[in-house]
């Protein structure tokens, strides 16, 4: 009987041999990010790179998306997650292999593209994790598949996939894992137990009045003045309804009306954010915000009643107990006792929980530290990390390539094997 330190320990051996090559591939998709849904070229060299270890591989699954499939004999199916996208930021950080150049399309407009949220490190490190997996069959049973989604960042690409049929196209997994790297020192990983990202919800509210001259407020019905009343009250709703022990934010973020400043125009659209950890209070906050707007355009005598629509949003990243204990284990067996920390809930949000839940499967989703380990260290401990790491998104997110690479590879590698059958 194998013990799984020592499967571990053999699934990993090539690592080394592997690392030049998962370097190469990260250094190259970052010097070419692609936005949501355009990742035409990352989901290509994914999808060889798949196939080139004997993957059975389904591309274009949501998109952009592709799915590999490794079946080897009895056992759990475990599902593998890795993003793809870039975003719309122009690239600051003075790397060799930045993208300086590389623009995509956004709402018709050509925009500068960079891997600002380290998307690019996920394929890298999946690709040389199925890579490792692939290689050590003898050691382990059971189903990986390795799937590559696309548009995480538009909160849109796990449910194109799940709606595209990847369940028709690979077995429903037994466990879901994912990864992604943030600023924390590199060679270590960081995790949240249950609810460990918020779930994000974007409303858009058109206010209804009646346009007219600015010198004759009493012949229109200012809807101008209906969404500030609305923006000030809103504000009220995590203040004043919500328990002081919950989490929620409700920001604001775009207010558009009328053209001149002796126009009272028809109408005022207002679009804000909510982020929640709790469905209770996620419910509650949404129909205070549509009772409000409906309470404060009544309260102005407005015309019509406001439309109001929910335009895009993130579930609850939620970690599964169980599978989280299982799969910690295995990385502090692989990167130390003391490198694998409890971290609280982050206020950002993610959709590959529609993967888990689409398939009915517990999911475990942990941080991967990205920050070159002396630097992290001394802005932790003089209590200016938030200021002196560009985090995720800023133009200056510049994860080091050793050890991110290698511990995402191994952290990724170990995670599987650890919800894998022994071969023996
Ligand atoms: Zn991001
Ligand atoms: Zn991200």
């Known amino acids: 009987m194998e013990s799984a330190l020592t499967a571990a320990e053999k699934v990993l051996a090539p690592l080394p041999e592997l690392s030049p090559d998962v370097e190469e591939m990260y250094e190259d998709l970052h010097r070419h990010p692609e936005l949501g849904f355009q990742e035409v070229r990352t989901a290509g060299i994914a999808a060889r790179s798949l196939r080139a270890c004997g993957y059975g591989v389904h591309e274009g699954v949501g998109g952009t998306g592709v799915v590999g499939l490794l079946r ?161 009250r809103v504000q009220m709703v995590v203040s004043r309804e919500i328990p002081a022990r919950e989490r929620a934010v409700l920001t604001v973020g775009s207010i558009t009306a009328g053209e001149a400043a002796n126009v009272i125009p028809e109408t005022a659209e207002v679009a804000l954010n909510v982020r929640s950890f709790d469905p209770a209070v996620r419910e509650r906050i949404l129909a205070s915000v549509e009772r409000i707007a409906r309470a404060e355009s009544d309260a102005a005598g407005a015309p019509r009643h406001p439309d109001v629509r929910h335009t895009g949003g993130f579930p609850l990243t939620r970690n599964d107990d169980v599978l989280m204990e ?88 170990v995670a599987a094997l650890s919800c894998l059958a022994s071969a023996d």
């Open 72 to 232: 080897n004999g009895e056992g759990p199916v475990v599902l593998l997650r890795a993003d793809m996208d870039g975003l719309p930021v122009a690239e600051d950080t003075g790397l060799d292999y930045a993208a300086t150049d590389a623009t995509g399309v956004r709402e018709g407009r050509r925009v500068p593209v960079m891997h600002a949220c380290g998307h690019d490190v996920h394929v890298a490190c999946l690709v040389g994790a199925a890579r490792l997996l692939a290689r050590s069959r003898d050691h382990w049973s059971g189903t990986v598949v390795a799937l590559f989604q696309p548009a995480e960042e538009l909160g849109t690409g796990a449910r194109a996939m799940v709606e595209d049929g990847l369940y028709e196209r690979v077995p429903r997994p037994d466990a879901v894992l994912a990864q992604h790297v943030s600023p924390l020192a590199a060679g270590h990983a960081a995790y949240c137990p249950g609810e460990s990202m918020a779930a994000s919800d974007e409303v858009r509210i058109t206010f209804h009045g009646v346009g007219g001259h600015g010198s004759r407020p009493e012949a229109a019905n200012d809807p101008v003045l209906t969404a500030a009343a609305f923006v000030l």
């Open 326 to 413: 299982k799969v910690n284990a295995a990385l502090r067996a692989r990167l130390g006792e003391d490198r694998v920390h409890e971290i609280g809930p982050v206020t950002g949000s993610e959709d590959v929980q529609y993967i888990a839940d689409a398939a009915g499967a517990p999911l475990y989703y942990w941080w991967l530290g990205g920050w070159e380990p002396e630097e992290f260290l001394r802005a932790y401990r003089a209590g200016t990390a938030d200021r002196d790491i560009p985090a995720n998104h800023s133009p200056r997110f510049a994860p080091v390539r050793r050890p991110t690479l290698d511990t995402g590879v191994a952290a990724m590698a």
